[in-house]
């Protein structure tokens, strides 16, 4: 049997490197757990059991093992499959996992309304630390529900190196794991004798025992049974293990030791940089040349910032070098922090910092800063707080699809009070942006950056806070563009014109506060007003300036070019744009829809 299944590893394996290597996507992850999920799928029932990943970018394998393998090579391309679980892609999906901190509270509800059936959780080591699977946890052990085993995942990574206790905690328990696993059998034995006192003093002695020498003397109290397997890779070690859990009552946690990128040598040698890859070349395991980004320029303005003054922090959530710290974490270790997945207190702790006058810039993607706007109310914006955040990957992300797009934050950072708000246009913005940040004690200050290769304007105007800029000068319509749009509306500018649409473009990267002068006194000459922007069209940018013009008397219908879904699914960002008609000819067609009143 071990034959088989060490075959059947080998061969997705391949399977992954090739698709992949094509599609990019979650490599490490997955190639980590390649024998945890071919052995899950050997004892559990993946048709009756409920099975949950924590998070889905560990879950390529699963999809392989149910009902989607001869799909698997469409994977993050768009109309293929999803690069995360997703109930409306398959039966087998029972819950979206696009987040981490989701699957263990989700598995709560799942067991306690299925109560016949075993929820088996599957959970990263960096998730466990997550604010969300902790209070999780602390319920089920409260509630003693032992149809739950949580399985959890310790590869020593999170997209880079974890951080914090637990992580510690978990090696101290994967290391007396063999301890632990002889004192069930131990238990067993003890069971069996019928003499109370030869009983009581083993028992006693097996409980002193245990509080030297392992962890799970406290973590006992929490209502768990443990166990671990610390050769997570080997199907002989790991099958025994998981059909021993299978058959007892829980709840239980069952810690495997796991490599994250095995068997292929460029991604067990760089964990980080194949954690969450690129198409590359399966023979060098290089990715292919790529554009520069915002974040690479975020990066090093940031870094060029930090030399000159010694009050600037940086903390981010897991996110170190995706959102371009890297260096600033090589030369600044003690001033960039990495608080692991949890936003909601690098939120807090940034405002911390800030009551203590540090200069905290907050680097999180848009879709992870969801995760804590509580504290962004609470904390930061009630005592009007200068921190700095650096909203990455804002609008369409491309192919880690809709748990990913970020196309909601600019709405709710225009809702908070206090919050100033700079989307920049250009690369050159975005440092003069950083520039401004510095020294900004106004309140809370947000730059939102794209992801998308860096655009900038010959003899550009300086960016001011409160001023927009006219970058073309024509007449009948004005396109207030913000963000990336400035871009893609002078991209069509010419073609625009050929049809008769003459136009003045204007550059809006100041959206909070706006450019009230502007809207004042300037737009009342233009016959259409187009307020474009690469966020979810309820409560945008545009909704601010049609308060704004409600508010002042001025009776003028605003043209808003939007996001008209929040729900955007996975593919390439210029496909996803064109589809949603904020890019090339099928943005023009909505703009001639508004100007000559017809539709193609």
Avoid at 239 to 265: A, F, H, N, Q, S
Avoid at 290 to 306: M, Q
Avoid at 363 to 389: K, M
Wanted: with cysteine.
């Amino acid at each position: 049997m071990s034959m088989e299944l060490t075959e059947k590893c080998k061969e997705i394996r391949k399977q992954l490197i090739e698709v992949v290597s094509k599609n990019g996507g979650h490599l490490g992850p997955n190639l980590g757990v390649v024998e945890l999920t071919v052995c899950l799928n050997e004892v559990f029932n993946f048709k009756e059991d409920i099975v949950l990943f924590d998070v889905g970018h560990q879950a390529y394998v699963y999809k392989i093992l149910t009902d989607r393998d001869d799909k698997f090579h469409t994977i993050r391309t768009r109309g293929g499959l999803s690069p995360f679980l997703d109930p409306s892609e398959s039966t087998y999906d029972h819950f979206i996992s696009g987040h981490a901190g989701t699957a263990l509270a989700a598995g709560v509800g799942f067991a306690t309304a299925n109560p016949d059936k075993k929820v088996v959780v599957i959970v990263g080591d960096a998730s466990i630390s997550n604010g969300h699977s902790l209070e999780a946890l602390n319920y089920i052990g409260y509630k003693k529900l032992d149809n739950i085993l949580v399985i959890v995942n310790d590869n020593d990574m999170s997209i880079g190196e974890n951080v914090g206790f637990i992580s510690k905690f978990l090696k101290k328990v994967i290391s007396s794991g063999k301890y632990q696993n002889f004192r069930e059998d131990v238990k067993t034995f003890i069971n069996k004798i019928k003499a109370n006192r030869l009983k009581n003093t083993l028992e006693r002695m097996e409980r002193s025992l245990k509080g030297y020498v392992t962890p799970f003397y406290a973590l006992e109290s929490l209502g768990f049974r443990f166990f671990s397997v610390s050769e997570g890779n080997n199907i002989e070690k790991l099958l025994p293990m998981l059909r021993k859990t299978k058959d007892l009552k829980g709840p239980i946690i069952l810690l495997v030791k796991t490599e994250k990128g095995k068997g292929y040598c460029f991604a067990e040698e760089n964990k980080e940089k194949f954690h969450g890859i690129a198409p590359f070349n399966i023979e060098t395991g290089n990715t292919y040349k790529s554009s520069v980004s915002y974040s690479e320029i975020f990066g090093n303005k940031i870094l060029d910032l930090a030399r000159e003054d010694k009050e600037i922090y940086t903390l981010s959530a897991a996110m170190i070098k995706g959102t371009g710290l890297d260096k600033f974490s090589k030369e600044f270790p003690d001033r960039c922090i990495d608080t692991g997945i949890a936003e909601g207190f690098a939120v807090t702790f940034a405002a911390g910092l800030a009551r203590s006058q540090k200069k905290p810039y907050v680097c999180i993607y848009s879709t992870f800063i969801q995760r804590a706007i509580s504290q962004l109310i609470h904390d930061i914006s009630i005592q009007n707080l200068p921190v700095r955040f650096i909203i990455d990957r804002s609008g369409i992300v491309g192919e880690d699809g809709k748990t990913h797009n970020g196309i909601y934050d600019l709405s709710f950072f225009l809702t908070i009070q206090n919050f100033t708000v700079l989307c920049p246009t250009t690369a050159k913005e975005l440092e003069e942006a950083l520039e401004l940040s510095k020294d900004f004690n106004s309140g809370p200050l947000v730059i939102r950056i794209p992801r998308d290769s860096v655009f900038n304007i010959e003899d550009d105007k300086p960016l001011e806070i409160g001023r927009w800029k006219e970058i073309k000068k024509g007449s009948k319509n004005l396109f207030i563009a913000t963000g990336t749009m400035l871009k893609i509306i002078l991209e069509i500018h010419e073609e625009l014109k050929n049809r008769g649409i003459d136009a003045t473009i204007v550059s809006a990267a100041s959206v909070k506060p706006l450019d009230e002068n502007y809207l004042l006194n300037y737009i009342k000459e233009y016959d259409n007003i187009f307020v474009l922007e690469e966020n979810y069209v309820k409560n945008s940018f545009a909704t601010s300036i049609l308060e704004f013009l409600n508010d002042n008397g001025i009776n003028k219908l605003i043209h808003r070019i939007a996001l008209d879904s929040a729900i955007i699914p996975h593919g390439k960002r210029d496909e996803l744009l064109t589809e949603e008609r904020l890019k090339g000819e099928s943005l023009i067609e909505r703009i001639e829809e508004f100007v000559y009143g017809r539709k193609k």
